[in-house]
């Protein structure tokens, strides 16, 4: 889930490079890789890619995190070796999925829309219309929560439903579904007395990153 900026006012924040017509692919052997990945249903890169050294990260084009990302899963997983990755050819002796990918299935997985939302009842922690603080949390492994909002007071402006915690999904612990919520903050709140009046941010924000105000 990603958060709805409003940032008109904003000085200084420099060009986005909006393209109307930017295509999704460049290159051919990037729709190979955004094909692997659905076909894998590895899902969760995010940690993989933020592992990149920071030297070869700058250096690299989008697809090719999303490549190198996808191999290392891979590997540490055990679904392939570095080995057959390197030459291109899988071992005679390794396990194979079954049942195989099949064309129909792949273009079907094209197409399908996950559904990350979680239909069970739990009691939401905080109401629409309260204060709350983002945590001044500094988890060493991934996570959703912007720095900037930590410490930060803001208010919320929906419940968003129940959702599971991506920084639980992708490291050791078991998945935590809680509720997601769209906190209003203003400008002068996160960027201070310069920034302007007029401006807010509304930024989706798991249960676990915030605290009564």
Same mark, same amino acid.
């Given at each position: 889930?990603?958060? =709805?900026?409003?940032?008109?006012?904003?000085?200084?924040?420099?060009? =986005?490079? +909006?393209?109307?017509?930017?295509?999704?692919?460049?290159?051919?052997?990037?729709?190979?890789?955004? *094909?692997?990945?659905?076909?894998?249903?590895?899902?969760?890169?995010?940690?993989? =890619?933020?592992?990149?050294?920071?030297?070869? +990260? #700058?250096?690299?084009?989008?697809?090719?995190?999303? +490549?190198?990302?996808?191999?290392?899963?891979?590997?540490?997983?055990?679904?392939?070796?570095?080995?057959?990755?390197?030459?291109?050819?899988?071992?005679?002796?390794?396990?194979? *999925?079954?049942?195989?990918?099949?064309?129909?299935v792949a273009r079907e997985l #094209?197409?399908?829309?996950?559904?990350?939302?979680?239909?069970?009842?739990?009691?939401?922690?905080?109401?629409?219309?309260?204060?709350?603080?983002?945590?001044?949390?500094?988890?060493?492994? @991934?996570?959703?929560?912007?720095?900037y909002t930590r410490g930060k007071?803001?208010?919320?402006?929906?419940?968003?439903?129940?959702?599971?915690?991506?920084?639980?999904?992708?490291?050791?612990?078991?998945?935590? %579904?809680?509720?997601?919520? #769209?906190?209003?903050?203003?400008? @002068?709140?996160?960027?201070?007395?310069?920034?302007?009046? @007029? $401006?807010?941010? +509304?930024? $989706?924000?798991?249960?676990?990153?915030?605290? %009564?105000?």
């Amino acid at each position: 889930m990603n958060g =709805i900026h409003d940032m008109g006012g904003m000085q200084g924040l420099g060009e =986005i490079g +909006y393209k109307e017509n930017e295509p999704g692919f460049h290159e051919p052997w990037e729709v190979r890789v955004f *094909a692997l990945v659905q076909a894998m249903r590895s899902g969760g890169l995010r940690p993989y =890619i933020e592992r990149i050294p920071a030297a070869d +990260y #700058l250096q690299m084009s989008y697809y090719e995190r999303w +490549y190198t990302a996808l191999v290392t899963r891979l590997i540490e997983r055990g679904v392939v070796t570095r080995a057959e990755v390197e030459s291109g050819r899988a071992d005679p002796a390794s396990v194979k *999925a079954t049942p195989a990918l099949t064309p129909a299935v792949a273009r079907e997985l #094209l197409f399908r829309t996950s559904q990350t939302e979680q239909h069970i009842a739990l009691t939401p922690r905080f109401r629409v219309g309260e204060h709350v603080r983002g945590r001044n949390i500094h988890p060493t492994t @991934h996570t959703r929560m912007p720095r900037y909002t930590r410490g930060k007071t803001g208010v919320v402006a929906r419940d968003r439903g129940v959702f599971t915690l991506p920084d639980s999904e992708h490291g050791s612990a078991e998945p935590t %579904p809680q509720h997601v919520y #769209l906190i209003h903050f203003t400008a @002068h709140e996160l960027w201070g007395e310069e920034a302007s009046v @007029h $401006d807010a941010l +509304y930024i $989706d924000m798991w249960e676990e990153y915030l605290e %009564p105000a």
